[in-house]
């Protein structure tokens, strides 16, 4: 019985002495967006730091040349925008919203615009603003 054993698991150590294992592949290079031209579009927001957007209603960007405006409800975010070299550099700047108060995605957004500084597009064709440990994915509409 014990050489039957032997000879089943036999296959096996081979295999795994010798490298039979694949190594998963590497993850695929994302290229940098630099531009305005290249960032400028209407998206949603689809999530935050790994987290799909949960709420009653859309969040979306309407991203132009200069300014990154969030419409979260009756919520409105702004911020303009420049890029120094591949590095974003946003400024949050005022814009008419309602008077209620931010519920926590809002505030996550919030937080992640004010700090971002990079952008590039994911192998899925997101597009992926972060910086300071923060990320926030948009998809074209």
Known sequence: MTGRLFLALAP???LAACGGAEEAPAPAETP??????ELAGEYRVAGINGSDID??????ASIDGERIHLTSDCV???WSYRFEGEKLVTEQV???SCARGFDATEQELLAAFDVADAVHRTPANAIEISGG???VTLFSQ
């Open 12 to 14: 096996c150590v081979l």
């Open 32 to 37: 940098a967006i630099a531009s305005a031209a």
């Open 55 to 60: 709420l009653p209603h859309a969040i979306t």
């Open 76 to 78: 409105n975010f702004a």
């Open 94 to 96: 005022p814009v008419e």
């Open 133 to 135: 440990g923060n990320a």
